[in-house]
């Protein structure tokens, strides 16, 4: 079962691209007679789809890091339980993969990267530490990189393992549990985002299917064009500015 060799980047398979350029043409086209009465604008319009395809990308990625938090929150619930219990880390990580299989699929990513440490661990003989300490390379998430270190810490110094793991466990949940918090709310601004800035298009929409010559003046003169271009960068500009106003940086 593979994992990613890095999660902040994020590369569209052959699938993903021509969901991706199907949906984003449509977009184009769409854009294009809306505010121009022009397909042809709309195939103009299609080029910015090339350079869109890196703010996709690096959307999924965001969205993936997301993911894997979420599902690394349920794994130290499982490996703080198991170190209680009086098991060694490699047991503890298998009995984890075991736990969350019941949680997610299969496929799920902290699935597939505890399958790949087992597998590693058991078949491949490798060393513990190397195997989170190259988890938390190829994440780069804070949170995992935490934990890692404190386990390799406590590990090297032979320090006393299950206080050490239940105390940064149950620190490391309560900050990721108020994160978790910070997120749903700023979900919930963007979506009002998404929503506002839907609200334009719908009235321009609507305007020209009720009645097509109320809005004809802004099609057919120069002026009328020069508002639309307007309207057109105004709406667009809102929509990046309230997605950078709510984006904040986790750590």
């Not at 599902?71 to 130290?76: E, I």
């Not at 271009?229 to 105004?234: E, M």
Request: proline share 2%; glycine share 6%.
């Amino acid at each position: 079962m593979s994992v990613p060799k890095t999660y902040h980047f994020y590369t569209l398979n052959n699938k993903e691209k021509k969901k991706y350029y199907s949906y984003s043409i449509l977009a184009c086209l769409f854009l294009g007679y809306l505010f121009y009465e022009s397909f042809i604008v709309g195939l103009i319009f299609c080029g910015l789809t090339i350079k869109g395809e890196t703010f996709f990308c690096n959307y999924l990625a965001e969205k993936r890091c997301t993911e894997l938090t979420e599902q690394f929150r349920d794994f130290l619930y499982s490996i703080s339980a198991s170190i209680s219990a009086g098991r060694q880390m490699p047991e503890a990580l298998q009995e984890a993969n075991e736990n969350l299989r019941l949680i997610y699929s299969k496929d799920a990513l902290i699935c597939k990267e505890l399958d790949y440490m087992v597998r590693g661990i058991f078949e491949s003989k490798l060393p513990v530490e190397i195997l989170l300490r190259d988890f938390a390379k190829r994440t780069e998430l804070p949170d995992i990189y935490q934990f890692v270190e404190v386990y390799c810490i406590c590990k090297t110094t032979g320090g006393n393992l299950q206080r050490v793991i239940e105390k940064t466990v149950s620190v490391m949940i309560d900050k990721m549990n108020i994160n978790r918090e910070i997120r749903v709310l700023t979900v919930q601004k963007r979506l009002e985002s998404h929503i506002l800035t839907l609200i334009p298009l719908a009235i321009i929409a609507f305007l020209n299917l009720m009645s097509p010559g109320y809005l004809k003046v802004l099609y057919t003169t120069l002026q009328g064009r020069i508002l639309m271009t307007a309207a057109l960068f105004g709406i667009g500009g809102a929509y990046a500015w309230s997605m950078k106003l709510t984006k904040i940086e986790l750590h």
